[in-house]
């Protein structure tokens, strides 16, 4: 774990979902996995073996978090679940042994990237030996905000995917095949605009007879019910079929 340096904390943060639909306690933890998470490539030691830590990860403890995050209220049961759901939420991933675990911050570089905290670009060459450092600072600069700008056209969608699944996840009344769900969700590349449209067909199924029987036993996987665009179906009412399928077939 690097303890010098900074980080990047974007002020969008708090108008995302993870942030608003945290506890004060899973906030501090966010912040305090990021400032734990390493700024570049380390060599450390993971199951018994040599390991190269790269940026955005960190070899670390439960007990460990909970001494960082320095707050009397925050356990080590807290902070498995804050890991937990920070996990289900794409952004970042867990594994852990009977001593420790290694975390691994998702798309670091993207939020992070590389600078170190002289200002000079890790891993790229100066231009020529003989320019001046100011001239290739510059030009360095330049080419870390276009790159920048393309990631954060290749991820916006990602992000917001992750965080969209999250609560389709959470409003489905069967929870079955997260997994499968997942990859189907992935698939679609729902904008908000179908999102809703999705979220306000899935409480309609939810009151309908369909789905209310025999303690929802037709009610369908969330695999099933995304694979088949099952919110473009009508609902059955009391008088009948309204001339599409219900939606409720396994």
């Not at 330049?142 to 990631?151: A, D, G």
């Amino acid at each position: 774990m690097n303890d010098n340096g900074w980080i990047k904390l974007y002020r969008e943060l708090i108008d995302k979902p993870i942030w608003i639909n945290s506890t004060p306690e899973q906030n501090r933890i966010l912040i305090t996995l990021l400032c734990m998470a390493n700024h570049k490539t380390k060599k450390w030691e993971w199951q018994g073996k040599p390991y190269e830590v790269k940026a955005g990860q960190f070899i670390t403890s439960l007990a460990s978090i909970v001494e960082r995050c320095r707050c009397k209220s925050i356990t080590v049961k807290k902070v498995r679940t804050a890991l937990e759901r920070f996990e289900n939420l794409g952004f970042l991933t867990s594994e852990a042994t009977n001593k420790n675990r290694l975390i691994t911050i998702v798309n670091w570089c993207n939020y992070q990237d590389y600078d170190s905290q002289e200002g000079k670009p890790e891993g790229k060459q100066r231009a020529s030996e003989g320019q001046a450092e100011g001239k290739q600072r510059a030009t360095n600069k330049n080419v870390k905000n276009n790159k920048n700008v393309e990631n954060d056209k290749n991820n916006i969608y990602a992000q917001n995917s992750d965080e969209l699944f999250s609560q389709f996840w959470e409003a489905y009344p069967k929870k079955r095949g997260k997994s499968n769900a997942y990859r189907s969700w992935g698939k679609l590349k729902i904008s908000n605009e179908l999102f809703n449209l999705i979220m306000q067909k899935l409480e309609l199924f939810k009151k309908s007879d369909d789905w209310l029987k025999e303690k929802g036993k037709y009610i369908p996987y969330p695999a099933t019910f995304l694979n088949g665009r099952r919110w473009e179906d009508e609902i059955e009412t009391d008088c009948g079929n309204t001339g599409k399928d219900s939606g409720v077939v396994l």
